[in-house]
């Protein structure tokens, strides 16, 4: 080709971004756990629940004012759609512009679609180091108590009862559960109180 004055076209190689795997944001929370109203530091994750029939998914909202869960959705699949449904129901809690919500860097929460919501609802987006569950305690806390108090034979249900145990366990544990951390009182009720009397 080049004795015939020839020259091979190359085609340049385009940048490809996989529409999952956008930027990771800062570690913004760092680690600071208390909040000193509801709605002003939210944490989230996924966690995994092997029924007899089956694995489910269970992605919920906690907030650290009162470790209260905000919202939560559960799927047979850990997509992108939970984690946005979960944040839909989150949705008509926020009050003020600004609420923080922070996670670890997987891909659901890397997603257009994800970062599309948070910033509709005026959300700042925080998230963990690589491979630093530390940055992300309370929410592990919280999934270590939830498998402890309420899936100890996870086993040996089908996801339809694990789901329906879900539903129960999250009514119990923000209305009725009591923590000295809040004053030997449930999640719903510290915060009542403390806004009651602000």
């Known amino acids: 080709m080049k004795q015939m004055g020839l020259k091979a076209k190359i085609r340049a190689k385009k940048a490809y971004r996989h529409p999952a795997m956008g930027e990771i944001s800062e570690h913004l929370l760092k680690r600071l756990f208390k909040a000193q109203k509801p709605n002003e530091k939210w944490l989230t ?42 944040l839909e129901k989150a949705a008509p809690r926020l009050t003020d512009k600004g609420t923080m919500l922070h996670s670890d860097q997987g891909v659901l929460y890397r ?33 270590a108590v939830l498998k402890t108090e309420c899936f100890y034979n996870a086993g040996e249900l089908t996801v339809d009862e694990l789901m329906k145990q879900i539903d129960d366990y999250m009514d119990y544990y923000n209305r009725e559960r009591c923590s000295l951390k809040l004053k030997k009182l449930s999640p719903v009720a510290y915060r009542t109180q403390l806004t009651q009397s602000a």
């Open 45 to 86: 994750d996924v966690t995994e629940l092997k029924g007899k029939d089956g694995k489910l998914y269970l992605s919920p909202i906690l907030d650290l004012f009162n470790r209260e869960i905000v919202a939560y959705a559960m799927s047979r699949n850990a997509n992108s759609e939970m984690v946005k449904e979960m």
């Open 111 to 143: 997603t257009a679609g994800y970062r599309e919501l948070l910033a509709e609802h005026s959300m700042i987006q925080s998230m963990s180091r690589k491979a630093n569950c530390w940055d992300n305690a309370p929410m592990e806390s919280f999934f």
